[in-house]
């Protein structure tokens, strides 16, 4: 059991709620709070842990100065589905923060910041990777619209690969910048789905995350070729606890686009960066359910990891609602 250091200052955790829209939540949801220590002892909260608050500030919590300060925060509401993070680190020195977002339960995409127009003034280029391929603008314009009212999981899915991608720094570049095309239809890999799409990308890519493997940035994936057949390499961010970029590459499939020797390479999101959990889990279940990673986890996921690291938002065209 751990212990709380003698002499030291009480610690405090702030916890902001925020909706599906990444806007903080709305003043009168009643959200229930529970926080476990690094030894999963329960803490004691006021209210019993209810509050009618988007910023929760928790105080007198115990200093341990161990794997105790190592806490679990978890938000729950009636007609919402629970979110939460851990470890949450506390210190004497500065309250701990963690943003939590909650979403309602079977949300709905919202679409309406993600028109054609729109796309094309964004700094991420979701508009060319969109386009390419199609044989003018009208009809890359009339293939997003498609996607976009019968196919919105896809779409969403789209949207958070790239925008988790444009906040990758390999070596040199970020990947968007060797993608050169989505696959759309095709015999063996088929076109965008709710969990991944397959895009032909310049062949320096795979070496550029190669390098950034060496550097701590990727871990390569065992076995490869049982959970992505055809696949010849693969790797998976590790900068966050879940929600981390795989790339995977399709090297003996190849073709010259743009005058760039290419293979195809397959991103997706994990939830989870853990192997044993990804494979209990995630890829278990879903292999036994038939169900596909949910694009709307891996958006909560993926929000939540980067605010806590501090990085830029995670700000896909789409919010959930």
């Avoid at 590459?249 to 743009?258: D, L, P």
């Avoid at 293979?263 to 889990?281: F, M, N, S």
Wanted: hydrophobic share 45%; glycine share 6%.
């Amino acid at each position: 059991m751990a212990t709380p250091a003698t002499g030291l200052r009480p610690c405090a955790i702030t916890v902001n709620i925020f909706s599906g829209a990444r806007t903080p939540m709305p003043p009168g949801l009643e959200v229930l709070l529970t926080l476990r220590n690094g030894a999963q002892a329960e803490t004691p909260l006021p209210n019993n842990g209810f509050f009618r608050a988007s910023t929760i500030n928790i105080e007198a919590l115990p200093f341990f100065d161990n794997f105790g300060d190592n806490y679990a925060v978890v938000a729950s509401a009636d007609g919402y589905s629970q979110a939460g993070f851990t470890p949450v680190t506390v210190s004497p020195l500065a309250p701990a923060v963690v943003d939590l977002m909650l979403l309602r339960k079977d949300p709905s995409f919202n679409f309406n910041n993600a028109q054609w127009g729109s796309l094309q003034q964004n700094p991420i280029p979701y508009a060319r990777l969109l386009a390419a391929g199609a044989a003018n603008e009208a009809a890359a314009e009339d293939r997003y619209t498609q996607l976009m009212e019968t196919q919105s999981p896809v779409l969403a899915c789209f949207f958070n690969l790239v925008t988790a991608m444009s906040q990758i720094h390999l070596p040199s570049l970020t990947p968007l910048d060797y993608i050169q095309e989505l696959i759309w239809d095709n015999s063996d890999l088929q076109g965008p789905k709710q969990d991944r799409f397959f895009a032909w990308a310049d062949a320096k890519m795979a070496d550029q995350v190669a390098l950034a493997a060496a550097h701590g940035e990727f871990a390569p994936e065992v076995g490869t070729a049982l959970l992505h057949p055809g696949a010849t390499r693969s790797w998976k961010q590790v900068q966050f606890g879940e929600a981390n970029v795989q790339l995977t590459f399709h090297e003996n499939q190849r073709q010259t686009m743009n005058g760039i020797d290419c293979v195809v390479v397959e991103p997706d999101i994990d939830y989870y960066k853990d192997l044993l959990a990804h494979a209990v889990l995630e890829v278990i279940p879903n292999g036994v359910t038939g169900t596909l990673t949910d694009p709307r986890v891996v958006y909560v996921l993926r929000w939540i990891a980067g605010r806590h690291a501090g990085i830029a938002d995670f700000d896909p065209p789409y919010i959930l609602q």
